[in-house]
């Protein structure tokens, strides 16, 4: 086995070890093999990223939004010119595909560029007041130091969901990676230089210990949380951050359903679907993980995803033939294994799937399992690829189930009658709605939970709003 390859921390535009000198090693989970070696951080890091983000932020708030969004620009240039070997680091950190994952870094370049514009459009108001004597105006000015905290699943995807606005609003950032995927955002760091970002405007900590993400939240010099995670974290994430009165924008967990009506175009559902929840091994917040079907379609739709599924060619993630990958690390792999036995113990019935012996490592088989509503596995967040299906019989039942749960993130509604998609669409509780497609996602579209599934939303023209403080002038005349 090759050693692994050497990551460093970005603080005050240096690249540096833990001040410990302590590193961790990131797993492959495909070969099984530790490829990378990270800083393991210590509170004295966060200290050092959070003190540099403050000092960088005078001088970083200052600049104009057409300054800002050079920086942007250049930025997500950059991306694109690195694509393949920011990917390449994702696949060996969390098994997902290359090829999705390559489509997946290329995109956040349109998301830098998207940004860019928007850095420019930030203005303040004129506003009428009842007195003839005053002139009142706002301005809009940046929160301050933005502590941005990701998952494992998407490191750099939503990494710059954050990224993006809080630079775009003249913010400076402390990001910290999860600690099971963090070399894709250490070496996205090593570009942000060569985009022309002064020194501590962005800075990296990456460290084993969850409590580093604690301690970056209570930290007094952090004057904004944006989180993405678990639904239990993120709970964690708002207690630490109202203490503080500071805002938090979280994006949290799923259980999204799709609704199959017996008018649908059962061929692209099944192939909406089953993309819909086994893209990125089932590890995406949006996967569409309950199946809700009605009745009169029901054993033609199943029979439809699990001839599909059961097609799905596992393997070598890096290889160009290989459909779906490995789970991406131990932990998650064991919480499926727990997820089917509960299933199994409950009374699901396996349609087909299951855990992938003959292939070892973290293979899991797209798994499709008939269930009754109060099961387990339907009603809590797999992370995993899974799907359970429910019958239904009729619209009124239909909208019922899909609303029966705490997450509120995605749904998908599966109809030729156009009147039925925009009806259901409109009592679904949910973020976001596709109707006859699933998963697409943009950088001015917003995205965001109702529920459990989280506050605030990213992506779209308001979105530089929860980075940004109004201030009202008052001048008398
Ligand atoms: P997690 O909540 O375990 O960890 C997320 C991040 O928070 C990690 O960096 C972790 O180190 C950090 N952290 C842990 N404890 C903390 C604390 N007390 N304070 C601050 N930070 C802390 O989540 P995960 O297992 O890495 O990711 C999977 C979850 O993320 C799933 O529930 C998934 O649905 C969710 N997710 C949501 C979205 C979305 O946009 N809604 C997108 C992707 C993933």
């Given at each position: ?8 921390m ?21 070969t099984?093999?530790?490829?990378a ?13 959070v ?66 514009g928007?850095?420019?459009t ?16 706002t ?43 963090p ?23 990456t ?26 974290t993120?709970r ?7 203490e503080?009165?500071?805002p ?29 929840v ?20 029901h054993?033609a ?5 699990a ?30 294994r ?15 799937g299951?855990v ?7 293979f ?7 269930v ?23 619209e009124?039942?239909?909208v ?6 705490p ?44 529920g459990?599934?989280?506050?605030g ?21």
């Amino acid at each position: 086995m090759a050693s692994p390859q050497r990551f460093r921390m970005l603080l005050a535009g240096r690249s540096v070890d833990a001040r410990s000198g302590r590193t961790f090693t990131s797993e492959n989970p495909y070969t099984g093999d530790d490829w990378a070696e990270v800083p393991d951080a210590g509170p004295e890091d966060v200290d050092a990223a959070v003190e540099a983000a403050r000092a960088a932020f005078p001088g970083w708030s200052a600049t104009t939004g057409f300054a800002r969004a050079e920086a942007l620009r250049r930025l997500g240039d950059l991306v694109l010119e690195n694509a393949d070997e920011l990917a390449r680091l994702e696949v060996n950190d969390s098994g997902k595909l290359h090829r999705e994952m390559l489509g997946q870094v290329r995109a956040l370049a349109t998301w830098y560029h998207y940004y860019a514009g928007l850095a420019q459009t930030v203005e303040g108001r004129q506003i009428p007041v009842p007195n003839p004597d005053y002139l009142v105006y706002t301005r809009r000015e940046p929160v301050g130091v933005v502590a941005a905290i990701t998952p494992w699943n998407s490191p750099l995807l939503l990494m710059t969901w954050k990224l993006a606005p809080a630079l775009a609003a003249g913010c400076t950032v402390v990001v910290k990676p999860s600690e099971h995927s963090p070399a894709a955002t250490l070496a996205f760091a090593e570009l942000l230089a060569r985009a022309g970002l002064p020194p501590g405007v962005v800075n990296v900590v990456t460290g084993r210990s969850r409590a580093l993400g604690e301690h970056l939240v209570a930290h007094p010099g952090v004057d904004k949380v944006a989180f993405t995670g678990s639904t239990a974290t993120g709970r964690a994430v708002a207690r630490a951050a109202a203490e503080r009165l500071i805002p938090a924008t979280l994006e949290l967990g799923g259980k999204s359903p799709q609704l199959v009506f017996p008018d649908a175009d059962l061929t692209s559902a099944a192939n909406g679907l089953v993309a819909g929840v086994f893209a990125a091994t089932g590890q995406s917040c949006m996967a569409g993980s309950r199946l809700l079907v009605h009745e009169s379609v029901h054993d033609a739709l199943v029979d439809l995803v699990a001839e599909r599924a059961s097609r799905i060619r596992l393997g070598d993630p890096l290889d160009a033939e290989t459909e779906m990958g490995p789970v991406a690390n131990r932990p998650q792999y064991d919480k499926i294994r727990r997820h089917l036995d509960t299933a199994a113990a409950e009374h699901a019935t396996l349609v087909c799937g299951g855990v992938d012996e003959a292939l070892g490592g973290y293979f899991v088989k797209p798994t499709v399992l008939s269930v009754s509503p109060g099961d387990t596995v339907f009603r809590e967040e797999v992370f995993g690829p899974v799907l359970s299906v429910v019958p239904f019989a009729d619209e009124e039942e239909a909208v019922a189930l899909a609303n029966d749960t705490p997450y509120g993130l995605a749904a998908g509604v599966w109809t030729t009658d156009v009147h039925r998609a925009h009806r259901v669409a409109a009592r679904l509780r949910a973020g976001s709605v596709w109707i006859n497609a699933y998963r697409a996602v943009a950088p001015s579209v917003p995205f965001g939970g109702f529920g459990d599934s989280g506050l605030g939303r990213e992506n779209g023209v308001d979105s530089l709003g929860p980075y940004l403080e109004e201030k009202a002038v008052w001048t008398e005349l």
